[in-house]
């Protein structure tokens, strides 16, 4: 290249970075609001709604840019070591205590002026009562995080041939009736607590310690005792999963699979479809109750129109829109929610939600894998971070795992590939969307 064509190079690169430079010094970020969430996690018909509403809201346009993420901590380096402007992200209980502990979150705010705060006034207390718990360095995360969706995690297994009484232990993960039946998620923060809590349910029987007392215990003894179970455990898995195992189960691939509750709640629902019949419990040592939540994080361009946005998503119409779309259960806890969720002829047995709806819900005809009977939450906690412990777990999960593939898991990989590919083509033409994200462990 000679010497002018050098010059004409640096020269255009020189302008692009000029142009560049002005566009963004240009874009007003007031008139505009980054929102990052899972995908297939909203009903995105109320994407334009919002800025319709925002307009006559405040009498400010806002136009709504949409990108989704996959895994929590795609999302959270971003923000943290790319210091992106997203304004309004959607992330999981752990990772909302990690960046709140990390400093990289605002707080939401409750004045919206003359708008009504849905927030405040729709959230089920009993969600903002776990929220609660999740202090870190005596800041209260509900200041922080409005919840969006939530569960459980438990059992999903197939009543033909798994035994009911079985299901009421996690030690049925050890089962010899199930060898080679058994699908578990890839997600060392989900499987930890629960088994923790069936190695020390004598312990919690005795109230030596509590629930919560075991989903913070990340100590070197605890660690090494879920790992001999779970070595234990190994030679009876069909898989470790993050998505695959709810078609396993459907296709009757699998009879146990330890489990989300949203998960459950499609598989039961396409099981169904071809004879096929699923169901779910939380095991009687205990588990854990997830959730994701709204937060603001510390680079955020338009912290106003995010905390409207927010606020939009709590409105309860807003809020069955989207339970609708994507399967899950919204944190929102109005009659409105209850009167549409509730089919006597569907559900002949009720349910006591009146921790969730309030004290006149105890006798509900309610699906109970998407709303637990009160005395199944009172043994249920939230999950913790595990800070700079993180390691710690994902070595021992690495371990267990063996990091290696049998000739099953190839082949149940394989398939599986194949047949969500098959079946996503026939969801979409059904226009049955749902959660497809994972709560995996960071990777170091």
């Not at 009876?236 to 709640?265: C, L, P």
């Not at 409207?308 to 119409?317: G, K, V």
Request: include cysteine; charge should be negative; proline fraction near 4%.
């Amino acid at each position: 290249m000679n010497t002018s064509a050098v010059k004409r190079f640096f020269k255009a690169i020189v302008a692009a970075v000029i142009v560049l430079t002005t566009a963004a010094c240009a874009e007003d970020r007031s008139k505009i609001l980054k929102v990052y969430n899972w995908g297939d996690y909203i009903d995105e018909e109320l994407i334009p709604e919002f800025e319709k509403w925002y307009f006559e809201q405040t009498g400010e346009e806002v136009h709504i840019i949409y990108q989704t993420f996959d895994i929590n901590e795609t999302m959270l380096s971003k923000i943290e070591k790319g210091h992106e402007d997203y304004d309004v992200v959607c992330p999981s209980d752990y990772i909302i205590e990690r960046m709140l502990r990390k400093g990289l979150l605002l707080p939401i705010g409750r004045d919206f002026g003359d708008t009504p705060n849905h927030i405040d006034s729709n959230i089920a207390p009993f969600i903002r009562e776990m929220i609660g718990e999740m202090e870190s360095d005596g800041k209260d995360v509900n200041d922080y995080a409005v919840p969006y969706m939530w569960g459980t995690t438990g059992i999903l297994y197939n009543t033909k041939h798994v035994d009911e009484e079985d299901t009421h232990t996690w030690d049925i993960l050890r089962n010899d009736k199930y060898s080679n039946k058994i699908f578990v998620k890839d997600a060392a923060n989900d499987v930890f607590g629960p088994i923790l809590m069936y190695l020390k349910r004598d312990l919690i029987r005795t109230g030596e310690i509590t629930f919560k007392d075991v989903a913070s215990d990340f100590s070197d003894e605890s660690l090494a005792a879920v790992e001999e179970y779970m070595n234990e455990v190994r030679k009876h898995i069909a898989g470790w999963e993050a998505d695959f195992g709810k078609e396993q189960m459907t296709q009757e691939r699998g009879y146990v699979n330890f489990t989300w509750s949203g998960d459950a709640v499609w598989a039961i629902e396409e099981a169904k479809e071809v004879g096929v019949s699923l169901e779910f419990t939380v095991p009687d040592e205990g588990s854990c109750v997830w959730f994701d939540g709204w937060v603001i994080p510390k680079y955020a361009g338009n912290p106003k129109a995010a905390r409207y946005f927010i606020d939009f998503l709590c409105i309860p119409e807003n809020a069955i829109r989207n339970m609708d779309v994507i399967g899950y259960v919204s944190a929102i806890a109005t009659p409105d929610i209850l009167e549409k969720m509730e089919d006597e002829e569907e559900y002949e047995e009720t349910v006591d939600v009146s921790y969730f709806f309030g004290k006149d819900a105890y006798a509900e005809h309610l699906n109970p894998t998407q709303y637990p009977d009160k005395s199944v939450i009172e043994r249920c906690t939230v999950m913790y971070d595990w800070g700079d412990r993180m390691p710690e777990l994902v070595a021992m999960w690495a371990r267990v795992k063996g990091n290696r593939l049998n000739w099953w898991t190839i082949f149940v990989i394989s398939v599986t590939i194949l047949g969500i590919t098959a079946g996503r083509v026939a969801k979409h033409i059904r226009k049955k969307s749902r959660r497809t994200h994972t709560r995996l462990p960071v990777h170091f």
